[in-house]
């Protein structure tokens, strides 16, 4: 299946695998592009070191053509544009809008720019700093979402950019791929679908509670930090949904301190870094200082196994999940699956 999101990024399917943080790990990149999709290294939570050893990792696994996610307001992005450019990634991921010079300087050396967002000024602006694809991610996707449902802000963003729009939030099979295509996306992007798989390293316990949970219980709240995030409703969520304003501050505080810890950058870094996106985002000051507490809270559940005490970010799609194939055979059904749906569309019209 040709389309102009598998004649930019070289895969032969157009299905994108997203950077979810602590679970798109090289393996899953790896396996994704083998499988004929395109995947993005989930950058924004490692250190340079890390992201390196990934990028390293994939190419080891793989000849497939592959994507970088990260931050570009992080103090060391030009030190990651520059591992990108060196490698010859293909493809980078973000979602803050950066400077019109760091697009200016991944295009130049022929990465492609492939932002996400989730509101049609967002796709406007990313397109006017140089955005190649733009994805769209609906209300129904996980993590940070908008508060626009994905059909309808497909059609927003479709007829308001000249540039290939990547649909994501809700996908998980063929007929979902046909009816994205069908609406004017060049193709679809997945992460839940992604991470209730084989090689998704999420541990099994976590992957269990997905895989039970109904789409109802996957809400959207502002809690963790100013802003919408859909994620699935365990016990951790609906205490912080009765927190008050001082204990989400001190959360945010000792996320913010662990987060320094982690990435190596320093505090004073992250600091900066936050102001810089306050200033160039329509963030609040107090929104960029509490953007620690997802990465860290989701760590507990994605990584250390913990389903109950740490966030644990969905789709609503997940509600619909209900086994664990590996990305093979996941990718290999979408695309039966989506020829089927043709078929069946196609002799409608006899």
Not at 122 to 128: D, G, P, R, S, Y
Not at 249 to 258: E, I, P, Q, S, T
Not at 306 to 333: F, K
Request: aromatic share 4%; charged share 15%; hydrophobic share 45%.
């Amino acid at each position: 299946m040709q389309t102009a999101l598998t004649e930019r990024l070289g895969c032969r399917y157009p299905i994108v695998q997203t950077a979810m943080g602590w679970v798109a790990d090289a393996r899953l990149v790896a396996a994704t592009g083998n499988a004929g999709g395109f995947g993005f290294l989930a950058g924004a939570v490692m250190t340079l070191p890390e992201i390196e050893e990934g990028i390293r990792e994939i190419k080891r696994l793989t000849s497939a053509p592959f994507g970088v996610n990260f931050h570009m307001y992080v103090p060391h992005a030009e030190q990651i544009i520059d591992l990108c450019i060196q490698n010859q990634v293909r493809a980078v991921s973000y979602s803050r809008s950066p400077s019109a010079d760091a697009v200016k300087r991944l295009k130049a050396a022929g990465v492609l720019c492939m932002p996400t967002v989730g509101a049609l000024k967002h796709a406007i602006k990313a397109v006017e700093l140089g955005a190649d694809i733009i994805v769209i991610q609906g209300g129904e996707g996980g993590g940070h979402t908008g508060s626009v449902a994905t059909q309808i802000l497909l059609k927003q963003v479709r007829d308001a950019v000249d540039v290939p729009v990547v649909a994501a939030g809700g996908f998980s099979d063929g007929q979902d791929l046909i009816s994205a295509l069908a609406l004017g996306a060049c193709g679809i992007a997945m992460g839940t679908r992604f991470l209730l798989t084989q090689e998704s390293p999420v541990p099994e316990a976590t992957k269990a509670v997905y895989l039970k949970t109904p789409p109802e219980k996957i809400i959207t709240s502002t809690k963790l930090d100013g802003l919408p995030q859909r994620m699935i409703l365990n016990p951790l969520l609906a205490r912080l949904e009765k927190a008050s304003k001082l204990e989400m501050l001190a959360l945010a505080v000792r996320n913010g301190l662990a987060f320094s810890q982690l990435t190596g950058v320093s505090v004073l870094g992250l600091l900066r870094s936050g102001l810089a996106m306050q200033k160039n985002t329509d963030l609040t000051l107090g929104q960029t200082m509490m953007a620690a507490n997802a990465p860290m809270m989701i760590q507990e559940a994605m990584v250390n196994g913990h389903p109950s005490e740490g966030i644990l970010p969905s789709g609503q799609v997940a509600g619909v999940i209900t086994e664990l194939p590996t990305v093979a055979e996941l990718i290999e059904r979408i695309m039966t699956e989506a020829g089927q749906t043709l078929r069946r569309v196609q002799a409608l019209q006899q």
